[in-house]
């Protein structure tokens, strides 16, 4: 199950929604501009830990598209997502891919092992921290609206992510 869609388009919506700051290293999209520092927009709770979750937490039970179609409008919501630069979104993703396989026991240190900056690294976790809640927070809204047990164990699945970043 795929929960990533093309974001690209929403740049500018997502500039306007973090006060046209890049959330990782606080730069402002002038800075980026005028710097010619390439941009990509980043899923600030990473598509791979949901399809990670899926996978292993809810053994890929089965479920229509239509009960899926919510989680995946969620998380490629402008409230998930952060525009910042192709390098340290890279180093973003790798550094996922590690804490996730388990290969690292918290983002924080999966971001040392890929040479994120300290500063980046505590204002990634922080991010990731404020999305995770977001997300667990409307999940748990459609687990109680659409009576649905899964929206729940999701959220509660993304809570116990959330306590691991180690920041």
């Not at 116990?160 to 970043?165: A, E």
Request: charged letters at 30%; hydrophobic letters at 35%; a negative charge.
């Amino acid at each position: 199950m795929s929960f990533r869609k093309s974001v690209t388009h929403k740049a500018g919506r997502v500039w306007d929604n973090s006060e046209k700051k890049d959330l990782y290293t606080g730069w402002r999209r002038m800075k980026f501009e005028q710097e010619g520092v390439g941009q990509e927009v980043d899923h600030i709770v990473e598509c791979q830990l949901w399809e990670y979750m899926w996978e292993n937490a809810f053994d890929g039970r089965m479920t229509t598209r239509g009960r899926l179609a919510p989680v995946v409008a969620l998380w490629n919501d402008v409230d998930n997502l952060n525009v910042t630069s192709e390098r340290l979104n890279q180093s973003k993703g790798d550094a996922f891919e590690v804490w996730k396989d388990g290969r690292e026991d918290s983002l924080w240190s999966a971001l040392v092992r890929y040479n994120v900056p300290g500063n980046h690294r505590a204002k990634i976790c922080v991010a990731f921290e404020e999305a995770a809640g977001w997300l667990a927070d409307e999940l748990g809204e459609l687990a109680d609206e659409k009576e649905c047990e899964l929206y729940g164990n999701m959220a509660s699945e993304l809570e116990w992510w959330c306590d691991r970043t180690g920041n």
